[in-house]
């Protein structure tokens, strides 16, 4: 609890967790929530994926047509996680030169 005090870097408030979870918070607050278990999966799902890409400074819209565009081609859907992200053409090309 009291890591702050010893490490140097880490933040001793969670200032940055409550402002990532703040778009739900608004969203649920504006929309009164789902009405189904099933739609309160999905924004959540939803929501997380958006606040990853954002945090990782990715393109949010290209990543969902990626992994819409990957599922109906049964094919391997991208990663959020950036290191686990298949390799694209263009690091292919890079690859060769």
């Known amino acids: ?6 490490t140097e870097g880490v933040e001793p408030t969670n ?3 409550e402002r990532a979870i703040r778009p739900a918070v608004i969203w649920r607050r ?3 929530g789902s009405q189904t278990q099933a739609g309160s ?3 959540a799902r939803m929501l997380t994926v ?3 890409l954002k945090s990782q400074q990715r393109n ?3 990543f969902l047509t990626q992994a819409v565009v990957a599922a109906r081609e049964d094919k391997e ?3 959020l996680l950036p290191c686990l992200s298949a390799p694209s053409d263009e690091d292919d090309v890079l690859k060769a030169a």
């Open 77 to 79: 859907v991208p990663s």
């Open 30 to 32: 504006t929309s009164f």
């Open 60 to 62: 949010v819209l290209e």
């Open 41 to 43: 999966t999905f924004v």
């Open 1 to 6: 609890m009291w890591l702050f005090v010893t």
């Open 50 to 52: 958006v606040t990853t």
């Open 15 to 17: 200032n940055a967790a």
